[in-house]
Each structure stands twice: as C-alpha cells, then as structure tokens.
C-alpha cells in the first residue's frame, strides 16, 4: 500500500496531474455524452417536443449522479487522506460503508422510479401537454437508476487506488454504447423518446459491468471488510462528498427553475432553445467537474501526508486548466453559435433565433464556472468542509435563484440567461473577499 502511495507523494506533479486529468476529463465527457446524444438523436428524430421533454427530466440524472458523487467522492477522499496518514484499515471501512450505503440507495430509488413515475414526472415540471413524453422517457431511464449511482461511487474510489485508465474506459465505452443504442431503439426499433431513455439506462450499467473487473484485478488493494453497525464514518463521508452532491444537484433544480421561469416568458419554445443551452452547460460542467476529480486524489494524499507545496502546485494546474477551458467554450459560442444549434435540432426559425442570443449572454458564465468548481474542489479534498460547501451553494442554488428572480424583471428573457453569469461572477468575489479575510492560500 505504501509504495501504492508513494507515486501521488513522490512523482513529477506535472506527469501525475496530466496523466489524471486525461483519464478524467474523458471519463466525464463520456457521461454527458449520454445525455447530450440523447439530445441530439431526439431533437433530429423527434423534434422540439422531444427536447422540452427531455430537458424537464434531466434533473432526475443530477440526482442519481450527485448521489454516486456524494458516497464516492465523499468516501474517496476520507479514503486518500486516511491513506497518506497511514491508516490503511480505517479507509478499508470508509471503502466497505461507501459502498454499501450506495448499493442501498440506489436499489431504493430504482424501485420507488419504477412505482411512481408518473408522480416524479409532474414533481419535475410535466404539465398535460408533455406528460406523455416524459413519462416514457423516464419509464426507460429508472429502469436501471441504481447502475448511475453505484458507477459514480465506484469510480471515485477507482480513480483513488490508482487506476484512473479503467474508470475512463468503462464510461468512453458506455457513452459510445449509448450512441449506438440511440440509433437504434428511436431509428431502426421505431420506440421513440422511450427508446432514447433506454439507451442511457442501459450504457450505465455497462458502465457500472467494466468499472467491477477492477475488483478482480491485481491492481485493486480496495478491500470489503467486517465492521461493526455503527455512524463513526459517516457523517465524514456525506459531509465530504456534499460539495459534489451540491454541484450535481444544483445544475438539476437550476434547469428546473429556467424551465418554470421560460415557461412563464416564452413557451415551450424558450425550454426547448434552452434544453440547447443545458446540453453544452452539461460538457462544459463535466470537463471542469473532470478536472477536480484529477485533483482530489493527488491533493487529499499528499494533503494527509503534510506535503502543503505539492497541494498548493496541484491546485494552480487545475486552476489554469480551468481557465483556459472556460474561455474556450466562451470564444466558441461568440463565434459559432447558429453552428451548435445546428447539431442539435434541424429545426429553423424561432428556436434558433433565441438559442442563438441566448449563447451569447449564457456562455459568459463558463469563464467563471470552471474556476469556482475547481475552488470547491480544492478545499473539499482537504476536508475544509464550510468553504467548499458555501461556494457550492452560492453558485449553485442561492445566487442563480436571487438573479433568475431579479434579473429578468429588468431585462426580460436576457435576465434569465444572464443569471448564470450573475451567480458565478458574485461566488468568485465572496470567495476571494472571505479568503482574504481569513488569511488562506486562494492561489
């Protein structure tokens, strides 16, 4: 185990980030590859009705994957910093409870899916017209849930026993299983919407299949070990994981709430242009939330093992990444943005044309985005719990409520998609005004 360890507090930081940072990043594209081909298998075979549809049950994926993030991330941390400390049979059993508390859940909520699918239909913003809709999307998507939290969980601890490569190809390989599914459920199959959501359910649990052979491999010192029923552990690994669980489930209750307030402005339309915007808000939130996961594992052990410069170096390289991917993703849709509305929809006129403004008000919020998840993730892999859950709160919930609210009874439809921009831009300067005030190291 020890000389396991060695390489996250010994190698070159440059080599060992890269190396992680591909591995993740790819790993996380792949997951919002399934939505997103979802997206676009929909909106060129069905139409826009489709995509409003799909873009109302979108929250039900920030739920399932905030909660694999909750145990996984939250279990793996505990589990890297226990190990730099040296305590190999306490993160043995913050490994086994992990899992197990992940295991139990999700069969709970694939079960309850399967009950009331209708009910979590109509809770997500259905309404008579779409019902039909969601519900067959979701009645193939609930059909295997407990596979998209126990792959989230799984993987964390994957990436932490250093075998980042196989949690990148069980989900490569389960977002290219869903693009072929797609095509084949909705085109060839003729099962439309209902299809599309069986295809994700499906490529989760193949993704889930690949990740368990790491548990027969010589590679895996994860071990299941007795222990006795009591809460010691976990508290520490729900409050660790929280920041990811916020992260995961605010991008959910934030597309509800845009899909409510463009509802009230424009129609199904203004859901159906931002289902558009959701989708690319999606990669984009993945290759950042990528970039932390390729952090966490580096920090946390080095972090256990006292070795601050090596942190420090760790945290400026995700940071840097991050800004440069923000600012291409902003660069993009100022340039091309009729281009991303084309992959997505065939369709002409309206939608386009307030897809297309939309983008240019919207894709400001990535320059920001990218710094502020990668902050949140940063103190979370040192167990600074407080700050890392405030600026998942702040950018996530409680400021794009405050400008969703505000913003647009001043600037109309802009407001909504300037939201974004208002929450992100106001998490980075608290961060760095309470930062300061406490004298921490920001960068």
């Keep these: 185990m020890k000389d396991k360890e060695s390489v996250f507090l010994n190698s070159d930081i440059n080599k060992l980030f890269y190396k992680y940072l591909i591995n993740s990043v790819l790993g996380m594209l792949a997951v919002s590859f399934c939505i997103l081909a979802d997206t676009m298998f929909i909106g060129q075979g069905i139409g826009s009705d489709g995509l409003a549809a799909l873009n109302i049950c979108i929250p039900i994926?920030?739920?399932?994957?905030?909660?694999?993030?909750?145990?996984?991330?939250?279990?793996?941390?505990?589990?890297?910093?226990?190990?730099?400390k040296g305590e190999i049979v306490e993160s043995q059993r913050i490994f086994t409870k992990s899992i197990i508390i992940a295991i139990l859940v999700g069969i709970t909520l694939s079960t309850l899916g399967?009950?009331?699918t209708e009910k979590i239909g109509y809770i997500l913003g259905a309404n008579i017209s779409n019902i039909y809709m969601v519900k067959e999307y979701l009645s193939g998507v609930l059909i295997f849930s407990f596979s998209y939290i126990l792959a989230h969980t799984t993987s964390a601890f994957i990436r932490n026993d250093h075998n980042p490569r196989l949690a990148m190809i069980a989900t490569v390989t389960s977002g290219l299983s869903n693009v072929i599914l797609d095509y084949l459920l909705i085109f060839i199959f003729d099962m439309g919407i209902k299809g599309a959501g069986l295809a994700t359910s499906i490529?989760?649990?193949?993704n889930l299949l690949i990740l368990?052979?790491?548990?027969?491999?010589?590679?895996?010192?994860?071990?299941?070990?007795?222990?006795?029923?009591?809460?010691?552990?976990i508290p520490r690994i729900l409050f660790n994981g929280l920041p990811s669980f916020i992260v995961e489930i605010s991008s959910g209750i934030v597309i509800?709430?845009?899909?409510?307030?463009?509802?009230?402005?424009?129609?199904?339309?203004?859901v159906?242009?931002?289902?558009?915007?959701?989708?690319?808000?999606?990669?984009?939130?993945?290759?950042?939330?990528?970039?932390?996961?390729?952090?966490?594992?580096?920090?946390?052990?080095?972090?256990?093992?006292?070795k601050i410069d090596r942190v420090k170096r760790v945290r400026k390289k995700g940071l840097k990444t991050s800004i440069i991917v923000g600012l291409s993703?902003?660069?993009?849709?100022?340039?091309?943005?009729?281009?991303?509305?084309?992959?997505?929809?065939?369709?002409?006129?309206?939608i386009v044309d307030i897809t297309v403004n939309a983008i240019r008000y919207y894709f400001l919020a990535f320059i920001f985005m990218g710094i502020n998840i990668v902050n949140g993730a940063y103190y979370q892999s040192m167990e600074h719990r407080i700050l890392s859950n405030a600026i998942s709160l702040s950018r996530g919930i409680i400021l794009i409520i405050i400008g969703i609210t505000i913003l647009p009874v001043f600037l109309g439809v802009n407001g909504v998609w300037l939201s974004a921009v208002f929450a992100e831009v106001l998490t980075l300067i608290i961060t760095c005004l309470y930062v300061y005030k406490k004298k921490?190291?920001?960068?």
Excluded: W
């Design 329 to 350: 993703f902003y660069i993009i849709g100022i340039l091309f943005p009729q281009f991303i509305v084309g992959v997505f929809t065939s369709e002409k006129g309206q």
């Design 212 to 233: 368990l052979t790491h548990f027969i491999s010589k590679k895996c010192s994860l071990r299941f070990i007795k222990f006795k029923i009591n809460v010691k552990d």
């Design 203 to 206: 490529a989760s649990l193949i």
């Design 440 to 443: 921490m190291t920001l960068i």
């Design 256 to 270: 509800f709430i845009f899909n409510l307030k463009l509802l009230n402005i424009v129609g199904n339309i203004g």
């Design 272 to 306: 159906s242009a931002y289902s558009i915007i959701a989708n690319v808000s999606l990669v984009a939130a993945a290759i950042f939330t990528g970039i932390s996961q390729a952090m966490q594992p580096i920090i946390s052990v080095n972090y256990g093992a006292n």
């Design 114 to 116: 399967k009950i009331f």
């Design 61 to 84: 994926f920030n739920l399932f994957n905030g909660l694999g993030l909750l145990f996984g991330m939250g279990g793996a941390t505990a589990l890297s910093i226990s190990r730099g």
